[in-house]
């Protein structure tokens, strides 16, 4: 049946924002290799977004890639970006050589959950740490994607993946606290569900001099969606949920589950378990930015101050 | 970048140093631009004179948070096109394969000064051992050819580490210079050459000229000539890149290849067809010798006074040193063992890393005589000893 039809679009759709893009120059599909429902489509054309709008110089801005579902996202930007497919968890430190041997440069990392926040986590700590001036983006659909659905480091309590077939006990780790404590300034979370905050945010971030940490909360219909209900996140009601087996049933659970930064200082510590806290947590742009420090040691080091 | 304010070239002439500090000048002569390392005795002295030269030169020494990332940021500086270079010591090797692979596959040049101490496991960190060789000709997963140098004293260190940036350069591979703990905390003359005579020698990481600009930038076998074309270093920020680095089997483009086996073979024979410039050797004494000892890095030095007390008594012995331990010089060793009654293997390492290799390419008959020391220097009397028996 479906052999008489090509499975991809093979021609250059009509849209302002379909930029020329690598896997339609290279492999002639404009189209993207996600399952349906997945966030990660509207990631990849916010990022296309941002960078048409303000005109980016691909060159000094390369595209750090760490692995998971979203390494496939360098396929959807478009072809004259640079880009590097990092290893598991090391995208951050990566970045870093980068930003360092040539500091025109703000390279901006694509990184997942278990990327982030699992395998690379050191790596995230000290970059943050640093304060290097770079954007580091988590995607966090709180499972292992790639792998087949195993439970990653930010998924929820009670939650099923392949690897806790009995519900998720461990505690969920937080990838925003963990960069206001590392002391990246400015830390934002969002989900793809709010979609032009995200780019407000984007946007921000590329001005800042500094780490900008963004995590973003992205579905994964595939492997948690159709495992879960949606009453995860909502426990203390008590309710019956339903499986999330649609991309609108696993945004809705988003929209549900997130909690604007302002409500949650009024909420009690029961009703935040298990929601996401979305907002801009931290702003600061005036703490010294690392690849600028090292330049004036630079100069002591050459004797001219 | 290419800062020249004449601090990157040290007086010529001769200098007292330390081993660490010869190899960590000759890389910074070589045109280094960027360190990420992390402190490990015995290589920690690098990374502390590092960090003292390199800003004054322009160039980054960062001390990063574990070993993974300074591999890592070495890769990312190597990327965008600075002459990087990292330093450690068996235990921070083994962290770091990880990254070596993936840097092979992607033909990221980067040199690697292994200051080996004693293991396995933390082992005892101030003693030399020379039990790397076996992890770095086999570094990462995967199938690719890395090449490995081993210099005797603190001179070979400083222009070996030039060498070492040449072929990284060159043959676009890791290439690892293994030193020793004591090689390292060696305190000997070093005699420094002109700056013209360095600079004559390096090979600079620059874009090709526009009209030079393939979008082939990664190693293929050129059909016609039948050689493998080696491109220059692709240099991220600017026109001379892939449309991506992607760490699976790729074409020359960067492309996803369908053909895993033409990608392996060109990983592998990219070198293994260059052996006869990538191997350094030296004869010692060999013209007219009945013994053939073979060895690398500093047992070399305790062979060649074994050898001079031999000739004393009469015995024919000479020595044939390996400089490039790694790819080994099948060809060269089977032409100096060919006619030998005798071969001798003395090694810093018990199970004889390099003499199942020379086994491997001596005529059977021939007797291999291991001489294994481990955590402290070969006596003389140790070879001498080997040498008399076979001798009789």
Known sequence: MSGELPMYPSEKPEHPYVLDSYAGRILNTYSSRFCAGCGYGIIGQIYTRVFEDLKLDPNLHPLVIGIGCYSQILLLVHADAQKVLALHGRAPAVATGMKMANPNMKPIVFSGDGDCLGIGGNHFIHLCRRNLDCVIFIFNNSIYGMTGGQGAPTTLFGAK???????????????????????????????????????????????????????????????????????????????????????????????????????????????????????????????????????????????DK | MNNQNGKRFLKPGRHLMMGNEAMAEGAISAGLRFFGGYPITPSTEVIEHLAKRLPQVGGVCMQMEDELASINSVMGASLVGAKAMTATSGPGLSLMVETISMAANLEIPFVFCDVQRCGPGTGSVTDPHHNDLGLVRFSGNGEFEVIALAPMNCQELFDLTITAFNYAETYRCPVFILSDAYLGHLHEVVDIPPKEEILNKVIKREVPPSEEISPRVFSYLDKVKNEYVIPKPPIMGTEYVPGMFLHTPHGPEGILSPDPFRFVQTMVDKIKTNKDKICLTENYKLDDAEIVIIAYGLPVRVSYRAIEIAREEGIKVGAFRLITVWPFPDEQVKEVVKNAKAVIVPELNYTGIIAEQVERVTPLGTPIIKVPQVAVFHHPDDILKAIREVAQ
């Open chain 1, 161 to 303: 993946s392949s690897t806790t077939p009995y519900t998720m006990f461990e505690n969920r780790s937080d990838g925003i606290k963990l960069a206001l404590a590392a002391g990246a300034t400015h830390v934002a979370r969002t989900t793809v569900a709010h979609p032009r905050t995200f780019m407000k945010y984007f946007k921000k971030a590329l001005k800042h001099k500094g780490t900008s940490v963004i995590e973003i909360v992205t579905p994964c219909v595939t492997y948690f969606g159709r495992k879960n209900v949606d009453s995860l996140g909502a426990e203390y009601l008590g309710l019956e949920g339903k499986k999330m087996d649609t991309g609108g049933k696993m945004v809705d659970w988003i929209k549900r589950n997130s909690v604007r930064i302002n409500q949650a200082k009024f909420m009690t510590e029961e009703e935040l378990f298990n929601k996401y806290i979305i907002g801009e947590f931290r702003y600061e742009s005036d703490k010294p930015e690392y690849s600028e420090e090292y330049a004036r040691i630079q100069k002591i080091a050459m004797g």
